[in-house]
């Protein structure tokens, strides 16, 4: 690893204190896009005046969101506390997209705790004025190994409407190739064969997606720290399944700063938020590191290499890091 692995951001304050003076995020802040194109606000996603500061006078066609459900977001699992601030954000979201257009959350399943908070956050939304459209899981290549379960090796990503949008069906192809033969029908009087009625010698994506490979500190894409990363392809397959050109793309847990940096290479406008400045500034520093240098993400290295270098404050508190992993080891 180069330049310092980062631990796990957002559940290290100590290290959160150290990063936030390269930080050019304090909270109720907002990055324009001198090119006109993105924006990334420190504000509150479940604040209905930020985030209508943020969006101003437009909407949006897409949404896609990463929300915490974990212990970092809550030092207790409630449930109920995680589905009433989700009621928030999600009314936010339904309020700045426009008629016709199409909401993607990101959601975790317990198994030790009932498969929380999907359960309850699934009723909540059957309430909410969205339309369920699908349940789609991700296939992570590396699970969470057990001798006495199940290896958890999927994402649950949930898929919702506002109205009835449009849906880009040539744009859900995988790469997977059409091997499978054997599926017989009738069509205009004539038997056909699986193979021959699609438009692709590829099978398009369903609501189970095993084709995408999990972020690693191998990949170019790769941000060392951001524990939720998730990949560029899958995003991708969302934006251009769900949105067009110009539109614009919100994502109120920027994270990583993944959407942002799909809607840039696809040619779509994102505005974006997180409440840390610290994940407000990687997402920064990811989109101008994929316009300066064309990279997507940092392999082995991370977003702060250089403020590590010279600061000797993080460096030190970095090295004990490093040092007491070692010893547990």
Not at 187 to 196: A, I, P, S, Y
Request: net charge neutral; glycine share 6%.
């Amino acid at each position: 690893m180069q330049n310092f692995p980062l631990p796990r951001i957002d559940s290290d304050e100590e290290l959160q204190k150290l990063l936030i003076p390269y930080c050019r995020f304090r909270k109720g802040d907002v990055w324009t896009d001198p090119t006109g194109k993105h924006k990334i606000g420190c504000l509150d996603a479940g604040d209905s005046s930020e985030i209508s500061y943020l969006m101003g006078s437009e909407l949006a066609s897409l949404a896609v969101h990463d929300p915490p459900y974990n212990f970092v977001a809550f030092e207790e699992m409630d449930e109920k506390k995680f589905v009433e601030w989700s009621k928030l954000w999600v009314n936010n979201s339904y309020n700045s997209l426009m008629q016709n257009s199409s909401l993607y959350i990101w959601l975790g399943a317990d198994q030790k705790n009932h498969f929380q908070p999907l359960p309850d956050f699934m009723l909540m939304m059957k309430t909410s004025d969205f339309n369920s459209r699908s349940f789609i899981t991700m296939r992570n290549q590396r699970g969470y190994g057990t001798q006495k379960n199940w290896m958890s090796v999927r994402q649950e990503l949930l898929y919702y409407t506002k109205d009835n949008p449009a849906f880009n069906v040539d744009a859900e192809y995988t790469d997977i190739p059409k091997i499978l033969k054997g599926y017989y029908k009738f069509v205009g009087g004539k038997e056909t064969e699986n193979t021959e009625r699609g438009k692709s010698e590829f099978i398009r994506a369903g609501n189970v997606w095993v084709d995408i490979q999990q972020v690693f500190y191998r990949m170019e894409e790769n941000v060392n720290g951001c524990y939720a990363q998730k990949p560029l392809k899958a995003i991708e397959r969302i934006i251009n399944a769900s949105s067009n050109r110009q539109d614009i793309v919100i994502d109120f847990f920027a994270h990583s700063g993944t959407t942002l940096l799909s809607s840039e290479i696809n040619n779509r406008r994102c505005f974006t938020t997180d409440l840390s400045p610290v994940f407000c500034e990687i997402s920064l520093r990811r989109l101008e590191n994929y316009r300066n240098l064309g990279k997507t993400g940092w392999q082995n290295s991370n977003p702060f290499a250089e403020e590590i270098l010279t600061d000797k404050k993080l460096k030190k508190y970095l090295n004990s890091i490093l040092d007491l992993n070692s010893n547990n080891q």
